[in-house]
């Protein structure tokens, strides 16, 4: 637990200097009265923040330098939207366009690879948090493809596979761990909440062995709290293919197998913001 303990003590001396947040942080979402006030993005004054990226200050970067943008070419791959009083990020992708294509895939993310304090390793507990915004969805409808849309993930570095993320897939968002074969929907049906802020909260403790766990949370436009959806206990976390020291998070538009010819729809965007990592490490947090 050496790295979890180090990365609490680091988390008071780097909030000013990494998290661009403030007391009156980022308020997602906030168009008009009707919408849901995700704040940032927990509501609580729970547990350490080791990292925030609001996007407040209206550039892709969030004010981190070593925040990854997107790799897709395409001018709007990745945006700033106004959002409320300050800015979200939108990430674009256009089927059979090579410039909306990273990494031999159709995808435009943006990442922590590069930034300490979103990267976890074997030993840490942590909190993710995310405000999602499904911009102009077009559902699901029988007859379509029914491929899956990557939103959010938790990945392995060094090429491997994700630990977790979370998909749109037809008309829900589900929770997957693809190495250990877990899944569940935490969004039963998200039509209801097109062009609307939804909030998800992801809790792992990362471990080489069985001791680890994942919790899924979410919080729907008109709720005040976040509800636990699903839990994985006892499970082995991180467990790269290929060998890898660390892992780091991506957010964005990932939408792996995806063709025009197979009736795939053929431009999607989505918005996040109030991403945020937490250090769990020193209690228990519901």
């Known amino acids: 637990m050496e790295n979890s303990t180090r990365r609490s003590v680091l988390a008071a001396a780097l909030a000013g200097a990494i998290t661009v947040a403030s007391g009156t942080a980022a308020q997602a979402g906030l168009d008009d009265e009707d919408r849901s006030v995700p704040g940032p993005c927990g509501g609580d004054s729970g547990p350490p923040a080791l990292l925030t990226v609001d996007y407040a200050n209206g550039t892709l970067n969030s004010g981190i330098p070593d925040l990854t943008t997107t790799h897709a070419t395409a001018d709007d791959a990745s945006y700033i939207v106004a959002s409320g009083a300050d800015h979200a990020v939108a990430h674009k992708v256009t089927l059979g366009d090579p410039s909306y294509v990273s990494d031999g895939a159709p995808r435009s993310e943006s990442a922590t690879n590069d930034v300490h304090e979103g990267k976890f390793v074997v030993g840490d507990e942590q909190r993710y948090e995310f405000s999602l915004l499904l911009k102009d969805w077009k559902p699901f409808a029988p007859g379509d493809s029914e491929s899956g849309d990557i939103v959010f993930q938790g990945k392995h570095a060094g090429g491997n596979q994700p630990s977790f993320y979370l998909m749109t897939k037809r008309n829900s968002i589900a929770f997957r761990s693809p190495i250990l074969g877990l899944q569940a929907g935490v969004v039963g049906d998200f039509r209801p909440y097109i062009d609307e802020w939804m909030h998800f909260r992801v809790d792992v403790r990362w471990t080489d062995d069985s001791t680890g766990y994942y919790r899924v ?70």
């Open 217 to 286: 949370s979410t919080r729907m436009p008109g709720e005040s709290q976040f509800t636990l959806r699903q839990t994985y206990e006892n499970v082995k976390t991180f467990h790269p293919v290929n060998p890898a020291e660390f892992g780091y998070l991506k957010w964005g538009l990932y939408r792996p197998g995806q063709t025009l010819e197979q009736g795939d729809v053929p431009t999607r965007t989505v918005h996040h913001d109030d991403i945020r990592v937490l250090d769990l490490s020193q209690g228990s947090h519901q």
